[in-house]
Each structure stands twice: as structure tokens, then as C-alpha cells.
């Protein structure tokens, strides 16, 4: 039983359960008691009191044990676990998708397999959190509204209050000012190239003054898997962290965990700062199931991690407090597990996913009237009650009345409008904000929103899109952008692991929208070679969910873009916009001088009218638009719209299809035109094999045409540097001479 309490002590409110990603804040001024050292605040468990003796030392009396009603939370707790163990399509977080630890009531981030991958999204939860805290936003308005819910911890989460809803918005506003982020990982993660970035990340903001509230918690029970963590290398390691606090505790001793714990997490909420939580643990039993560890392991290294079982320590500590005895404690254990049993044995006969459509359910909704309604409402404040501020953004000089623009220009244009709009967009990557991007397309950005909303990045790739993810479960609305689409792959897994998976693993209760903007694919003249001009989208069209938009023209530019910020506001949806490169500063199409590449800019009122849902493509008549369909997308649009107009000459009339959307591909309009014509040229400016013609092409069949088909594609080559990148990409001759071959048939 607690001991007295002395006058005006109150029992503290435990605010940093679950293991995982928690994101929280700390109890109001009224529920805190000062730590022995100068570090700050910290938390007591539900039940726990302060005692302060004659001599103004302060201790903790822990809470009682927990009443053996059968049907009480760790029963439910149990029941959570097991329903994830048998794929339930109960179980709370992942509906049955994946064995996954996560409860959006309690904040916690359901994490993914792969190791360490989380962790730069808790460094961007952290950032993020500490940069509303600072502008004092957190809530969206507008275009961006949703029902707040909190954001919980992968092996990353949240401290602090607020409830779920299980709308799956993200964090929001729902989080006290001095929230912060725990984020769990294994001793052999330390190793792993994920960890090691958002380490540095952390670190390097850290060194440049900016906080970022994250307590990392490493598990260290020796073993990866079979494989030995040598010696004294993790604790070296995590100490050698530059701008990161190192505490260490012996994690199978519960007192002392607890204390450290404590400091270290009052630390982290008082300085706003990173630091690391060195567990000391033991592993009991295999990695996995399928793991006999007999076989690295010997028996009497075994013998001494049972002996240090944390249960034991802490039945231990128990009997030698007072607080039970070992007769009371064996009587809960043995009550406890038939209490389990009879759980598992209910949670086995509970339904599973019968269904394609119950599994893919929460993938990536798609809710077209609500966005186009989104854009269309942005249009109206844009005009109205914005127009104003809109005006001084933009100096007066309003893009829809400068003429024509170039695709950079409008995207930038574009991007303008989305930071007005959303007052929780940020913009943020390599150069992008005091340089305004290597091609200038966020150039003014900074000077027009400040350095809060624009600023540059460290050059990794990785920690980019992590910052992203984290931004997207605050609340925010990230538009991160990589430089190259080469650059994009030393970092895909954060996409596919961890962004896409998102709502499908957490039934969407959780969801990290995000516009990843990338300058891609080829043609640059006089600057090239692969890594400048990488026409690799393959690895992106393989992601569930992933919408991926390619803007040819200025005049599509913008409103792709605004498509992708609404749906992302209203459905939480990532998505990844390809900029040609080669197409940023084009203005001429057929000859020099004319002009016709550039595009007017639409005025707010015409947004609604000029708005591209997801998946429509676009379509150019030239001639009769009889005999030939030529589907294409990027730099093929403006190659195949020169190429129709020299078979125009020879009497061949065209339709050419851009399909402005390579995922989910245009499939309606790309039969539509196909059947038009009985005659389709897919031009197809990335690579043969695993290129986007193979999708077109995949997807007429499955359609059941039955006219002529024929590809051109870009060689199964890298890009190489110069004139040589000719032999290997699509040209305007091989377009031509394709379409012909196709009505020589």
C-alpha cells in the first residue's frame, strides 16, 4: 500500500507508456515534483505519491498492485498482442494486417519490420513538433481541416495528452507544448544506415541550435538475432553521438530503469534536446519462433538471461519492499496465465480478412468529390478573403497576369498558392530555400513564408523524407523535395516502408501525407550523365497506394500540384511529383521563338475548372486524330506533339495522350483513345524493361483490346554523359518512324 503522502503532495499521472514511438508532453505545473539533479521534471505512475521526509528528501511510493479482476487493461492489453499474433481482423491497430505494436488512444506509432527504419521519422516528429511549438501552429484551416487525432510511436511515439479518433490525421494541434518523442530500437539497429542518419540528423540540427525533443531508446540484449553485438561497441557508439545525451541503465533492474528513465526523459522535455536511453536487457527465448537459439547460444549463457528475467527483479523487489510476498506473486503469475490462455484461446476463432477489398481498404483511399471540392474552396479563398495576402506574397505581381510561364515557374507560382492555403505546408530539402533550388523553382519561397515553413536541409536523402513523415503525423503538410531522382533511391525505403504503410498498418487511425517533389528523368543538355538524368521510375510505380504525378506543361503543372496538396489534406495520400528537368525553362515547342510550350497561369477563380483529378490524363488532337493513338507522359509529350505534327505533314493525324499520372495510370482514357484509333504507339521515355510502357501495355490487354499495339522505349541502359545519351533514349525520329511501322501493319 503507498505510504503518506506529505501536505500538498498529488500523485503524478504516467504520461511515457508503450514501447515504440510515443509523442507526449508533461504534466501540468500542479502534477510535477523537482528530480534530485538540476535535469529537469519528471513523471510518476498512475497511483504513485511523493514523500518528502523531516529532511526535504523526496522519494516515490509506487502504486499498488493492480486488482486481479479478470477483465481489466493489462487482460485487454493481452488481448491486443495475441489479437496481432493470430492476424484478427479485431486487433486494433493493423485490423489484422500485420503483427504490429500500436494504439492510436494511446499515441503509440505502429512500426514496421524492417530495422531501424523509423527512426528518422521520429527525428521529423520531433522537429516538427518543436517548430509548431515555436509558431504556435499545430491545426490546419481551410482546405487543410480534418478531425485531430494524436500520433503514437512506431518503435517512435508521443508523450502527453489528448485523445484519438481515429480519424487518421496525424497529431495536429493536439499536443502540449512541451511534448516529446521516444523511439525504441534494438542494440544490433545501431549498425544500420537508417539509425546512423537519424542520429546525425538529430545531432546536426542540434549543433545548429534548433531542438528536437527525441529520446532514443536502445534495447540492448546483445544479439542481433544470432549475430553478437561485440563487446562495449554499442555503448561507444551511442556515446560517440555528437549533440546527443548519453544515459545507460541496467534495463533488468525495474528501480533503477525507472529512475534513469525518468531523468532522461525529463532531461529531453526540459532542454528540448536529443538523447539516448541505453538499456541494458536480456533476451528470453529466440528472436522469433522459428529461432532455436541452442545453436549459438550455450546453456549456461541461457541460464544467466532467465536469471536476470526483469519479471524476476521485479517480483524481487516487491517481496523485499513489503509490498507482497512470494506465495501472493506466484498465485498472480499462475492466475495471469490461465487468464492468457483463455484469451488466446478466444482471439483464435475471431474472423480474419476474407476479402481483397477489406485488406487494401485503408491502403490509400481515394475520395475524388472531396478533393476536387478542396481545390475548388482553395480557388474561392484564394479570391476572396486571401486575395489580399495572396496580392503581397506575390509582390503585386500575380502570376495569372505576367503571361505566359514556364513549367518552373509555375510550379513555383503554384507552390505559393499551396503555402498560403495551407497554413501547415512546408517546403524543405537541398538548397532549396537560401539558393531556391538548383534550377530556381523555389526561388523567393523563403523571403515570402520565412525560414520556419522554407528551409535547407542536410544532404541526405534519407533524414529528408524522414523529416517529412514525421511533419505529415504532426499535423503539418510537408512538400520535401530530393534533388534528383537518382538520389531518391539510396532512400526508397522510407517511401515504401514507412509512408506507404502507414494507414494499412494502422487500420488508418495514422497517416503521414506528404508531396515528395523530385527533379527527374532526362534530356538536360550539356549537363547530364545518370545521376543528373535518371529515367528509373520503376521502383516508385511498385508501391501500393503511392500516387505518382509527372507534369509535362506549365499549364498541367499547377494543377497537379494542387491535386496532390488536397489529396493529401483531405485523404492523407503520398504522393511523388516527377519534374522534367529538361522541361523546367522550355518555352518553345515546334520552332524557335514560338512560344507554345510556355502556358498562362490560371486565376484563382478558374482553379475549379482547370482541376486534374488523380488518374486523368490529358489528350492533344493533331490532324484528323484518325489513324494513330500515341500514349506518352514528361519529355514523350513534347517529342510525340513534334513528332504528330511531322506525320500531320505526311497525312497521318494523331492523338496524343499525356498520361499526366503513372500511378494509378489513366486506364479509362488510355482505352478510350486506344479504341479511337485500333492503333497505339506507347512512347515511353524510361527504360524497356520495368519502364511505365509495360503498364500501358498491360493494361490494354487486360482490357481486352484487340487492335495494334508497339512500343519505344529507352534502352536498359543508364544515361550516359553527352551526345551518347542519344543511343540510348527515345528521339523524335524514332517516334515518327515507330508510328509508321504501326500503320504499315
Not at 151 to 178: K, M, Q, R
Not at 287 to 316: I, V
Not at 676 to 687: I, K, N, P, Q, S
Request: glycine letters at 12%; hydrophobic letters at 45%.
Amino acid at each position: 500500500m503507498p505510504g503518506p503522502r506529505a501536505a500538498g503532495d498529488v500523485p503524478v499521472e504516467d504520461r511515457g507508456a508503450g514501447t515504440g514511438t510515443v509523442v507526449g508532453g508533461a504534466p501540468s505545473s500542479g502534477e510535477r515534483f523537482a528530480d534530485a539533479t538540476d535535469d529537469g521534471v519528471a513523471s510518476l505512475p498512475v497511483g504513485a505519491a511523493v514523500v518528502v521526509d523531516a529532511a526535504g528528501e523526496a522519494t516515490v511510493d509506487p502504486p499498488p498492485l493492480p486488482p486481479s479482476d479478470p477483465v481489466d487493461a493489462y487482460a485487454e492489453a493481452a488481448r491486443d498482442v495475441l489479437r496481432g499474433v493470430v492476424a484478427s481482423a479485431r486487433e486494433p491497430i493493423a485490423g489484422g494486417r500485420h503483427k504490429v505494436f500500436g494504439r492510436a488512444d494511446l499515441a503509440v506509432i505502429p512500426t514496421t519490420s524492417t530495422i531501424a527504419s523509423h527512426l528518422p521519422r521520429a527525428v521529423g516528429l520531433g522537429l516538427a513538433l518543436e517548430r509548431l511549438r515555436r509558431t504556435g501552429g499545430g491545426r490546419r484551416t481551410g482546405a487543410d481541416v480534418a478531425d485531430p487525432a494524436p500520433a503514437g510511436a512506431d518503435a517512435t511515439g508521443v508523450t502527453g495528452t489528448g485523445t484519438a479518433n481515429g480519424s487518421g490525421t496525424g497529431i495536429g494541434g493536439a499536443w502540449p507544448a512541451d511534448a516529446i518523442v521516444v523511439c525504441s530500437f534494438g542494440d544490433a539497429s545501431v549498425n544500420h544506415a537508417t539509425a546512423t542518419a537519424a542520429f546525425n540528423t538529430a545531432g546536426w540540427y542540434d549543433h545548429t541550435g534548433l531542438r528536437i525533443p527525441v529520446l532514443f531508446v536502445c534495447e540492448d540484449n546483445g544479439l542481433g538475432i544470432s549475430v553478437r553485438s561485440p563487446r562495449g561497441w554499442v555503448e561507444a557508439t551511442l556515446r560517440a553521438k555528437p549533440g546527443i545525451r548519453y544515459f545507460a541503465a541496467d534495463g533488468a533492474d525495474p528501480v533503477e530503469a525507472y529512475r534513469v528513465a525518468v531523468e532522461a526523459a525529463a532531461w529531453v522535455r526540459r532542454h528540448r534536446r536529443p538523447a539516448v536511453l541505453h538499456l541494458a536487457t536480456v533476451r528470453l527465448m529466440g528472436h522469433a519462433g522459428a529461432d532455436a537459439e541452442t545453436a549459438y547460444r550455450s546453456p549456461g549463457e541461457l541460464a544467466a538471461d532467465a536469471e536476470r528475467d526483469p519479471l524476476l527483479a521485479t517480483a524481487r523487489a516487491l517481496v523485499e519492499g513489503g509490498f507482497a510476498d512470494g506465495a501472493e506473486l506466484l498465485a498472480r503469475y499462475d492466475e495471469r496465465g490461465w487468464q492468457i490462455r483463455r484469451i488466446a484461446e478466444e482471439v483464435l476463432d475471431e474472423p480474419k480478412l476474407s476479402s481483397p477489398a477489406e485488406v487494401v481498404a485503408e491502403l490509400s483511399p481515394r475520395r475524388p468529390v472531396r478533393v476536387s471540392r478542396a481545390v475548388a474552396e482553395a480557388g474561392v479563398r484564394a479570391a476572396g478573403p486571401g486575395a489580399g495576402a495572396r496580392a503581397e506574397a506575390f509582390g503585386g505581381r500575380l502570376p495569372e497576369l505576367a503571361g505566359p510561364l514556364t513549367l518552373a515557374q509555375s510550379i513555383n507560382a503554384a507552390l505559393t498558392d499551396g503555402m498560403l492555403d495551407h497554413p501547415g505546408m512546408a517546403v524543405f530539402g537541398e538548397d532549396v530555400a537560401a539558393k531556391g533550388g538548383v534550377y530556381g523553382v523555389t526561388k523567393g519561397l523563403r523571403d515570402r513564408f520565412g525560414p520556419a515553413r522554407v528551409f535547407d536541409t542536410l544532404l541526405d536523402e534519407t533524414s529528408i523524407l524522414g523529416l517529412g513523415l514525421g511533419a505529415g503525423l504532426a499535423g503539418m503538410l510537408p512538400v520535401p523535395e530530393i534533388q534528383y531522382l537518382a538520389y531518391l533511391h539510396n532512400a526508397e525505403d522510407q517511401l515504401r516502408g514507412e509512408a506507404a504503410t502507414m494507414r494499412f498498418f494502422s487500420h488508418g487511425a495514422f497517416r503521414n501525407p506528404m508531396v515528395v517533389r523530385v527533379a527527374g528523368l532526362a534530356y538536360q543538355e550539356g549537363f547530364g550523365g545518370h545521376f543528373h538524368n535518371d529515367n528509373s521510375l520503376a521502383v516508385l510505380r511498385d508501391v501500393p497506394g503511392l500516387v505518382i504525378a509527372v507534369p509535362a506543361r506549365p499549364d498541367d503543372a499547377a494543377p497537379l500540384l494542387r491535386s496532390c496538396l488536397a489529396a493529401a489534406a483531405v485523404d492523407g495520400t503520398v504522393s511523388v511529383f516527377v519534374e522534367p528537368v529538361a522541361l523546367y525553362h522550355t518555352r518553345d515547342l515546334y520552332t524557335e521563338g514560338d512560344g507554345e510550350w510556355a502556358a498562362g497561369y490560371a486565376e484563382p477563380g478558374g482553379w475549379a475548372a482547370a482541376h486534374v483529378p488523380v488518374g486523368r490524363a490529358r489528350v492533344y488532337g493533331v490532324g484528323s486524330a484518325e489513324d494513330v493513338t500515341i500514349v506518352t507522359f514528361g519529355n514523350g509529350v513534347r517529342m510525340s506533339l513534334r513528332a504528330a505534327a511531322t506525320l500531320a505533314d505526311e497525312g497521318i493525324g494523331s492523338r496524343v495522350v499525356d498520361l499526366r499520372w503513372i500511378a494509378p495510370l489513366p486506364v479509362a482514357d488510355i482505352i478510350r483513345e486506344a479504341s479511337a484509333t485500333g492503333r497505339v504507339l506507347v512512347v515511353d521515355e524510361t527504360r524497356r524493361s520495368g519502364g511505365v510502357g509495360e503498364g500501358v501495355i498491360a493494361a490494354l490487354v487486360d482490357a481486352g483490346y484487340v487492335g495494334a499495339a508497339r512500343r519505344v522505349a529507352g534502352l536498359d541502359s543508364f544515361v550516359p554523359l553527352g551526345p551518347a545519351a542519344g543511343q540510348v533514349l527515345v528521339s523524335e525520329e524514332a517516334i515518327t518512324q515507330g508510328a509508321r511501322t504501326l500503320l504499315a501493319r
